[in-house]
Nanobody, 127 residues
Framework: QVQLVESGGGLVQAGGSLRLSCAAS????????VGWFRQAPGKEREFVAG????????DYVDLVWGRFTISRDNAKNTVYLQMNSLKPEDTAIYYC????????????????????WGQGTQVTVSS
């Protein structure tokens, strides 16, 4: 069982930056991959970025490549999403999710494969 709490969302102007945090708790929190997803109004939930259990592998959707950076600090059981050069189209609720299987080497991109989810944090980018 893994519990997740996101923080760091807010309102920012286009071109600005935000850093989202995903604090994990539970027996296996430090041994699972974590993905960040986002959902804008009227749209499907989409994969944004993910990092495997030890930080050795990360993956990004093309839309955020070069602008977003995912990292993790297993000593703090926290995964971060640094978002730079934000655009209005990045506006969405951002969720972090934990892989149900420990020590997976890669990152899953399909939200149905994630078992544990946080409550989400709103990111709004004004033009």
């Amino acid at each position: 069982q893994v519990q997740l709490v996101e923080s760091g969302g807010g309102l920012v102007q286009a071109g600005g930056s935000l850093r989202l945090s995903c604090a994990a708790s539970g027996r296996t929190a430090g041994s699972v991959a974590v993905g960040w997803f986002r959902q804008a109004p009227g749209k499907e939930r989409e994969f944004v970025a993910g990092i495997n259990w030890n930080g050795g592998y990360s993956d990004y959707v093309d839309l955020v490549w070069g602008r977003f950076t995912i990292s993790r600090d297993n000593a703090k059981n926290t995964v971060y999403l640094q978002m730079n050069s934000l655009k209005p189209e990045d506006t969405a609720i951002y969720y972090c999710a934990a892989d149900p299987r420990a020590y997976r080497a890669v990152v899953l991109r399909t939200h149905d494969e994630y078992k544990y989810w946080g409550q989400g944090t709103q990111v709004t980018v004004s033009s």
